[in-house]
């Protein structure tokens, strides 16, 4: 009896021990995708953008520019790409590629809170655009997060999600 319940204990531990074995969100790989190729991909779905002036990670400036975008620590950034409508309009597309994508909840709280920054600048000052701003998307894909604020909101999170396919 006493051999029966040692061989039922080591096979319950055993099987214990084998499902805590469960993969780290951190061991799993993103795909290598350009942020350079996400930029042509993602400006492209929406034809009906106005002229956009676009910074990146690539910039002199890089820093400084992304915290017009961002308070996050540029320390967890391993690269971006930002757009927004020369004109002054609402249009504005980001993408941001953080180096571990536990801070990916991070930094989409902070676009969110950028957004309604936005939102409020509009309010006061070209009330037009307050509807576009309302419609943001603010999504992600493993360590790639992303802020879409278009009229075409659709079609540029289908080409930001179709980049990592």
Do not use: W
Not at 57 to 62: I, Y
Not at 121 to 126: C, G, K, L, M, V
Not at 134 to 150: M, Q
Request: glycine share 4%; hydrophobic share 35%; aromatic share 8%.
């Amino acid at each position: 009896m006493k051999k029966y319940i040692r061989c039922v204990l080591l096979t319950a531990m055993l099987t214990m021990a084998a499902a805590c074995g469960s993969t780290d969100a951190k061991d799993t790989p993103d795909p290598a995708v350009s942020i350079t190729q996400l930029q042509e991909t993602m400006l492209s779905a929406d034809t009906t953008l106005p002229e956009m002036t676009k910074t990146s990670s690539e910039d002199e400036q890089a820093e400084l520019n992304f915290t017009y975008l961002s308070d996050l620590s540029y320390d967890l950034v391993d690269s971006y790409f930002y757009a927004y409508a020369t004109e002054g309009t609402a249009e504005e597309i980001a993408v941001i590629r953080l180096k571990d994508k536990s801070d990916a909840s991070s930094m989409m709280q902070a676009l969110h809170e950028h957004v309604k920054n936005r939102k409020g600048t509009f309010q006061e000052y070209d009330p037009a655009q307050v509807s576009m701003t309302e419609k943001a998307v603010v999504t992600r894909e493993g360590n790639y997060v992303a802020l879409i604020i278009s009229s075409k909101n659709g079609l540029v999170q289908k080409a930001f999600e179709s980049s990592f396919q």
